[in-house]
């Protein structure tokens, strides 16, 4: 049995990475394709390293027949996202890349993106896409919110060590960086080659990064008061790739534990041996998410890092997976290629 | 019904690419792996980014029993490999990704690589193993040799335009740009990220290359008379790809039209409309070869562009398709991975 | 004594490359920075690289007492810097670095860049600025054209073989990668770092590329007759650097030998020994020119490969040479830096 | 008046990026160019981007005449190091860049580097050569030590801070990036470019770091107590730069204004304007640091992000600075040049 997908806002990195799994899946169907500014091309016009699949040409999305798709993703920028979603059919199944139901507070929203939000009944019923944590809600949502990939890095490790109370809750430090791809296919004079590669910078230093939203509200809700963590993303000169170095106060016997415990049955999280720490070179191009837990000479601080590929665990990826369990089938569908190293 | 495979040679990076290509293979099983300066040590502490397979420890070739596998990888450095396989079991079926096969004349073999051949019989029993023009031999093949990968990419190009008699034989120019991935995993000063990246050069100008004793070989005996290229690779700053610029003198026409109907029912190889040229980003991590046509602004010269992934269709990719034709399974299993952009 | 310089078009890579050469000169003083998109911005604003200089910020060109100025490098882009140009008082020396006063004949400058020429009697007045090529004409000049930079790389390998009658001017073909800062800094989707880096293709295949316009007008008037050669660039993902690979007709020592006999008493221009070739990490950030000549296996076929920076002594490096001819001052000040490695 | 200048290490990255810049100084003379395993070769050999500087060919450290000789740098690996200085004559003032002569306390050499150190007498008489902090004591020195580039980038930012009492001495975290240069030209499946460019990852985590005998030993004086800080250095894929990003406790406009205060004097720090982070291409090739301030949204909290490059400010420019300094010549001597961006 087949299931009917479509993708708004096939053009951008994340639905070209959508495609891409979807390549090889056993029982998803791209039948539309949208992108309101590229529609009536081809998409191998738009993405020439797709051009050997037999693909709908894009549309744009107000063409699509809804009647005839189970799941739609939805890989807009977030305000015109929650635009397009709210005039959605509500009998198709939806999942979201964009930030737009991220945060379940319309304050909130309002805080991180500058912006009302203009569909907060959806808002309230989107399920935050963490499938290692949301994983029942989100086999029975309709609407499905995507995780920012630099908050699901950190979550990745810094969640089990919260419901475990293992760790200071107010000397939380996220050093983090980004590959460029995170960034999106936007034309931004930093995201030029000439001025990106061979070398690194941080940026939005201080808590200033819209991540920081999802950090405030899952680790405030896991530990049942206001939990504020420091966060300093930085952006590296690579197109793939999430390296989160977590600095903690626990101990690390106990830290390691937690996140094997967390992680036991997760087919996509591979926690190794203590004192080895992961490599963004080891995931890329992959679902998998690798992390490694030291003990620092400081008697009582870890130090935690977790890799991942932000265009895949930490977006498309993440949304397969989560429409894998929306539509019922194995969860890993489309999802076990191997890393491409080198 | 599954297929056992042994893989010898299992910690270079084309044995890595066999393995991630075979990691969602739907019949073959990997029973052994051997490297035998790394026998002990898990596959994981080899080659990090594939550690979430399960997968046999490497070993050293001698212990693998060759009566439980039906097809064997042979992914060794040239020399060493004919030594390796002369010893092997005559009922294992081989595919050898050295250099040690390609060459049917022992004399052509020790002009190009230095050394008398060591295993003339098989070298005459081996098949050539560019899969689109060997089709049938290598089904019935139990020792097919893989090609050079700039090897490929030229004869790609170039194959059907002399098969076709529809270029000048004594006026061909292969310029070529291959990736770093291409040289293994060797300790070389000109491979460190020190010296490679941020520029390029050339190597092995002049007509040097080992891989013109393919050409010559395949391009005579195509043409029925000496065929002698003029080749300059050169060395690029990135992990995976090759690039091949061809010079030739005919119609361009005629030419896109002898390429489009070589390939009209090749699963992996793309004809692009006239005038466009492909991209090595937009192959990577894939079996796909793009190809594209066009007329110079002097008369009778065309300028032919093929872009493949050195590692995949240039080597385990191509390996893995001869190995499905040799094993009767569909061609392309465990081969349709949309490349990895970005 | 020291000598008042002006830059028009601070704000590009090339305006960049020109300031990070003053920096160390003895005699020059920048006086004056013009960009008119940027006026009011101080030039660490808009180049972070050079914030320790003490520099007026940016202006309008208009804004220029070039009373006070000796010589005025305009870093514009094609069209635009003829318009400014013509409105420049005829008491300023000019170093041009666009496209716009390479070509004599109106008539090539409109088939090559698709518009009528508008400042035709300049054009006519103007030095084609190889410097090597036409010094004493570069010495007296008051208007000079810088020259493109593949264009610079090509005639490097190619005029002392066609001058000294030593090749065939029917069968020229020149290969080329250059680095991505060559596009400048403009916005566009295929200079973004996840587009371009990882992977290389070709563009402007066939004969299309306008440098070929320059080639054309040299190469003639060299040879007294008509000379087209074919020209194929590619796009590397490096940012500074060109790479020439050309395939001559004739014989090796002999090319070795004019390349030596014309370069003998250059200062940047450094000939290899027979055989070797260079590589552009060995020339970046530099003005230098490293050349090699090597003997094809084909009897009567020669390859020589050049590398420099396309920056440096591919524009702006060149442009000072020459404003040091012009103004009278050590031909080398200010460009005896040595390559940036590793 | 000029002074003579040795190299011993000519053939590592340090000794390189010390010939680059002296090809520009106004007044020291290398003399002689030392590395045993290369004695006999051409610099030009070792280092094709050096090949037009007219230098001596390679020596043995033990055929340099230092009668001859003001100043010898010495750019070995450490161990080495001490072996060869001890036995330089006395009267030669010594830049020693490698690890043996930083820390003052032999138990503290032993323990970071493993055995014991066979010069006590010499490791006692070496200045620590962090040009802005010793510049009296380096100006007098007969020996100076260069620091280690990752120390001395957390020294830039922590320093100031801890001298004026501004931030809480047990809560200070470095993380930092560094270029691979850093790990010199040394042959390590690690440091290939199939294996580094592409991604990043942590190294020597948990406080193993040898560069923190540096910060225990200067910041524990400064403060007057034991200082430990904690350290987690990544490896970037870029050759050159390091960008530590500091996290520490106290107000972010006393931190600001302390630096600001330190480095008023200073011709190559550049303090930003608050809220401003640096980035390592703006310094790329140079020998000045870049320093900024952001508060965090958690009062009390300040991030300090400081970018410099490690081969030049951070190795080679420094000790070319140090040697100014102890031959009595401008301190800025040969280290003016822009850096060099795209």
Redo the contacts between chains.
């Keep these: 049995m087949s299931h009917s997908i479509a993708i708004i806002g096939a053009s951008g990195?994340t639905g070209?990475e959508l495609?891409?799994l979807l390549?090889?899946h056993p029982s998803f169907e791209i039948k539309a394709l949208a992108a309101n500014s590229k529609a009536g091309q081809s998409l191998g016009a738009v993405?020439?390293?797709?051009?050997?699949?037999d693909l709908p040409d894009l549309v744009t999305w107000e063409e699509i027949d809804f009647d005839a798709i189970d799941l739609c993703f939805c890989a807009l920028p977030h305000k015109t996202s929650q635009e397009v979603i709210s005039k959605l059919p509500k009998t198709v199944k939806i999942v979201d890349l964009s930030a737009d139901f991220r945060l379940r507070d319309p304050e909130d929203y309002r805080k991180w993106y500058g912006n009302a939000h203009g569909a907060t009944e959806m808002q309230e019923e989107a399920v935050y896409g963490l499938t290692e944590f949301y994983r029942e809600a989100i086999a029975e949502a309709r609407l499905v919110a995507g995780t920012g990939c630099n908050a699901a890095t950190g979550q990745y490790i810094l969640r089990p060590l919260i419901e475990r109370d293992l760790i200071d809750l107010d000397e939380i430090?996220l050093?983090l960086?980004c590959g460029?791809?995170g960034a999106g296919?936007s034309?931004?004079?930093n995201?030029?080659?000439?001025?990106?590669?061979?070398?690194?910078?941080?940026?939005a230093?201080?808590?200033?990064h819209r991540h920081?939203g999802e950090f405030d509200q899952e680790f405030s809700a896991l530990a049942g008061r206001p939990v504020?963590i420091?966060f300093?993303p930085?952006l590296?000169?690579?197109?793939?790739?999430i390296?989160a170095?977590a600095?903690v106060r626990g101990e690390a016997e106990a830290v390691l534990e937690a996140l094997q415990q967390a992680y036991a049955e997760e087919p996509?999280v591979?926690v190794l041996p203590m004192?080895e720490?992961?490599?963004?070179?080891?995931?890329?191009?992959?679902n998998?998410v690798?992390i490694g837990v030291?003990?620092?000479?400081?008697p009582g601080?870890v130090?935690v890092?977790a890799?991942l590929d932000n265009?895949c665990k930490g977006s498309s990826g993440q949304a397969l997976q989560n429409a894998n369990l929306m539509l019922g089938v194995d969860e890993t569908a489309g999802l076990?290629?191997?890393?491409?190293?080198?």
Excluded: W
């Excluded at 993405?47 to 699949?53: G, K, S, T």
């Excluded at 590296?236 to 790739?241: I, Q, T, W, Y």
């Design positions: 990195y070209a495609i891409r390549a090889t993405f020439p390293h797709l051009r050997h699949l430090i050093d960086q460029v791809s296919r034309l931004k004079e995201l030029l080659h000439a001025e990106l590669s061979e070398g690194t910078n941080a940026y230093v201080g808590g200033t920081l504020e420091q300093t930085h590296g000169p690579f197109n793939r790739g390296l170095t600095y996509f591979v004192g720490t992961p490599s963004t070179h080891h995931v890329r191009g992959s998998f690798h030291v003990a620092d000479r400081r601080r130090i890092v890799a265009l076990m290629l191997a890393p491409c190293f080198p």
